[in-house]
Nanobody, 124 residues
């Protein structure tokens, strides 16, 4: 069982930056593929970014490419999402997720563990 805890959300103005963290309880965190997803009010949860085990590869949604950066520090059992150039449409609850098997994926159903989410609000 893996527990995930997100932090770092908050209120920021358009064009601002935030850095989200996802702390994992897994003893072998490095072997998990990790992902960030988000859910805006009235919308379905959507893929944001994913990073492979050991951090070898990353992938982003087109809507955040060039603005967001996913990373991980396996020594600290933590994954990050650096968000720059924030827009009002980035307002959502952001969730981190972990999967033990398979390649990095944009599919939510492939992830085994989820955090409780952290709110990001971007004001115009």
């Amino acid at each position: 069982q893996v527990q995930l805890v997100e932090s770092g959300g908050g209120l920021v103005q358009t064009g601002g930056s935030l850095k989200l963290s996802c702390a994992a309880s897994a003893r072998t965190f490095s072997i998990y593929t990790m992902g960030w997803f988000r859910q805006a009010p009235g919308k379905e949860r959507e893929f944001v970014a994913t990073i492979s085990r050991y951090g070898g590869s990353t992938s982003y949604a087109d809507s955040v490419k060039g603005r967001f950066t996913i990373s991980r520090d396996d020594a600290k059992n933590t994954m990050y999402l650096q968000m720059n150039g924030l827009k009002p449409e980035d307002t959502a609850v952001y969730y981190c997720a972990a999967k033990l098997y398979g390649f990095p994926s944009k599919e939510q159903t492939s992830y085994d563990y989820w955090g409780q989410g952290t709110q990001v609000t971007v004001s115009s």
